[in-house]
Each structure stands twice: as C-alpha cells, then as structure tokens.
Nanobody, 128 residues
Framework: QVQLEESGGGLVQPGGSLRLSCSAS????????IGWFRQSPGKVREGIAC????????YYSHDVKNRFTISRDNAKNTVYLQMNSLKPEDTGVYYC?????????????????????WGKGTQVTVSS
C-alpha cells in the first residue's frame, strides 16, 4: 500500500524547535521532489518547503525561510523538516506530499504520480 506518513509534531513553546519526518511505504521517494505544506486555523493549505530529487535544491516560502530546513535521506526513504525559532503563527497541521511548492521555477521538474501522494498530517502547536 502506497503511503506517506508524517510524524514529529507536538506542542512547543515559541522559540523552540521540532523536527518533522515524512516516511514513505509501498514506494520509493527517490524519483520525486517532496514538499511540505501546512494548514493553519482559518487559512488555506500553503506550501512551505520542497526538496528536489537530488536533495541539492530546496525551496522555502517567505514565512519559513531561514528558520526551517528540509532534507532527505533516500536510504531511509524519509524526508525531514527541521523547524527552528518557532512562532505561534506556525501552528497548524503539516503535510508532506509528492506535490511541491516551487516546482518548475526553483525545483527542477520530475515525473509526478497520476495523483500526488499525501500524508494524513501531523499537528504542530506553538504556544506558551
């Protein structure tokens, strides 16, 4: 069964850090760029980061640039999102996907699945 699963979310104080993981089962992440998205309360889902198939090119939205770092370990079939200097406005559900913000203008194109794969999300709450 093809599946993406996010983990690592939780409750953290402002200024704190979390590392999210996106693990794949039933398929290999190697051919795909992988994106992280989040949906904050009352807002539409937004793309915040993406990593190319090689791992050498990354994209970050303005809101998270210089605070978040995306990386991948193809041997573990996992992509990570290190989140530092967290703010209350970073609160939301975080999803990983074979969809990718920045695709085509920062992230080189890659063959997409017929329908992009999405995980079910992990909750991140930043609050004192």
């Amino acid at each position: 069964q093809v599946q993406l699963e996010e983990s690592g979310g939780g409750l953290v104080q402002p200024g704190g850090s979390l590392r999210l993981s996106c693990s794949a089962s039933g398929f290999s992440l190697d051919p795909y760029g992988i994106g992280w998205f989040r949906q904050s309360p009352g807002k539409v889902r937004e793309g915040i980061a993406c990593i190319s198939t090689s791992g050498k090119i990354t994209y970050y939205s303005h809101d998270v640039k210089n605070r978040f770092t995306i990386s991948r370990d193809n041997a573990k079939n996992t992509v990570y999102l290190q989140m530092n200097s967290l703010k209350p406005e970073d609160t939301g559900v975080y999803y990983c996907s074979t969809d990718c913000p920045g695709l085509g203008y920062v992230i080189p194109p890659y063959p997409r699945p017929t329908e992009d794969y999405w995980g079910k999300g992990t909750q991140v709450t930043v609050s004192s």
